[in-house]
């Protein structure tokens, strides 16, 4: 099922040049359609365990799958981006 605009989302890829990592969780924020007919995007907004916003990235739709309730969160420290 496609994700509706807000859902926090997990990552299926690694983001390092946004410190960010495979399953990361992310809320979906815009849909962006390929201007030439590929694969459309989304935009995401990544926040820390304390609710602040760190990150806003664009990534592939396939890059993404919606959470499940056989999943539970976990934290991890953020890596300095430079």
Known sequence: ???ALYDRV???RDLDEHGL???DVA???DFVPHPLGGEDGV???VFNAIGE???IV???ESEIESLRADEILAVRPL???S
């Open 1 to 3: 099922m496609k994700p």
């Open 10 to 12: 997990t990552l299926r």
């Open 21 to 23: 990592k495979r399953e």
């Open 27 to 29: 809320t979906l924020v």
């Open 43 to 45: 935009i995401l907004e």
């Open 53 to 55: 916003s760190t990150a």
């Open 58 to 60: 664009t990534v592939k």
């Open 79 to 81: 890596p300095r981006i």
